[in-house]
């Protein structure tokens, strides 16, 4: 891309953004009773589900190992374990003996809805109370130590506190539209 290739691209985009602002959307109004509308149209959108923030010991084998394989991780993953229940450190057993990629932050996996991990993992993660350990967990991945720190409930947010946001989105669908219509417009009208 040469410089004046940029230029050009540039103010091509500059002069669609103002025929947009000037043409397209200078009477969008969104009202109070759209949003209000469309926020009781989609509460899924406004929530927020159940999460954890949680740490894990990750000891590695494949599912179709041989069982000494799968006997020698579960015993350090049980050892981990007793480890972490004598008091030691959560986090700096996950740095010591962890074999995954969380390792480097004390496990810490961070805050996570129930969906955005594997099973058995996510059961036992969200019955575990903030300062609970689990027992050891096997999944594809290997076997787990988890432990909870926080535990955040699901909520929705509330309409005001979306309200512009919402606004916005509306306003953005209906100038999408409009630039959309006027383009098959031009394409049906132009000689090519």
Same mark, same amino acid.
């Given at each position: 891309?040469?410089?004046?290739?940029?230029?050009?691209?540039?103010?091509? %985009?500059? =002069?669609?953004?103002?025929?947009?602002? +000037?043409?397209?959307?200078?009477? $969008?109004?969104? +009202?109070?009773?759209?949003?209000?509308? !469309?926020?009781?149209?989609?509460?899924?959108?406004?929530?927020?589900?159940?999460? /954890?923030? %949680?740490?894990? $010991?990750?000891?590695?084998?494949?599912?179709?190992?041989?069982?000494? *394989?799968?006997?020698?991780?579960?015993?350090?993953?049980?050892?981990?374990?007793?480890?972490? =229940? @004598?008091?030691?450190?959560?986090?700096?057993?996950?740095?010591?003996?962890?074999?995954?990629?969380? %390792?480097?932050?004390?496990?810490?996996? #961070?805050? !996570?809805?129930?969906?955005?991990?594997?099973?058995?993992?996510?059961?036992?993660?969200?019955?575990?109370?903030?300062?609970?350990?689990?027992?050891?967990?096997?999944?594809?991945? #290997? !076997?787990? /130590?988890?432990?909870?720190?926080?535990? /955040?409930? @699901?909520? +929705? @947010?509330?309409?005001?506190?979306?309200? *512009?946001?919402?606004?916005?989105?509306?306003?953005?669908?209906?100038?999408?539209?409009?630039?959309?219509?006027?383009?098959?417009?031009?394409?049906?009208? @132009?000689?090519?």
């Amino acid at each position: 891309l040469t410089l004046d290739q940029l230029r050009s691209t540039v103010e091509e %985009a500059d =002069l669609v953004q103002e025929l947009v602002e +000037t043409d397209l959307a200078t009477d $969008i109004e969104v +009202t109070d009773a759209e949003v209000d509308a !469309f926020y009781e149209e989609n509460p899924d959108a406004f929530t927020t589900p159940e999460q /954890v923030r %949680a740490r894990h $010991i990750l000891f590695q084998v494949a599912q179709d190992a041989p069982e000494e *394989e799968v006997a020698a991780a579960r015993s350090k993953a049980e050892a981990a374990r007793e480890r972490a =229940l @004598a008091g030691e450190d959560f986090a700096e057993l996950a740095k010591e003996l962890s074999e995954g990629p969380s %390792a480097p932050r004390g496990g810490d996996l #961070g805050l !996570f809805d129930r969906s955005r991990m594997v099973e058995p993992f996510a059961s036992a993660a969200f019955a575990l109370e903030p300062g609970e350990i689990s027992s050891v967990v096997r999944t594809r991945f #290997g !076997f787990h /130590v988890i432990k909870v720190e926080e535990k /955040v409930p @699901a909520s +929705t @947010a509330p309409l005001e506190d979306v309200r *512009e946001q919402i606004r916005r989105g509306l306003r953005d669908r209906e100038v999408s539209e409009r630039v959309d219509a006027l383009v098959v417009e031009l394409g049906e009208n @132009a000689e090519i």
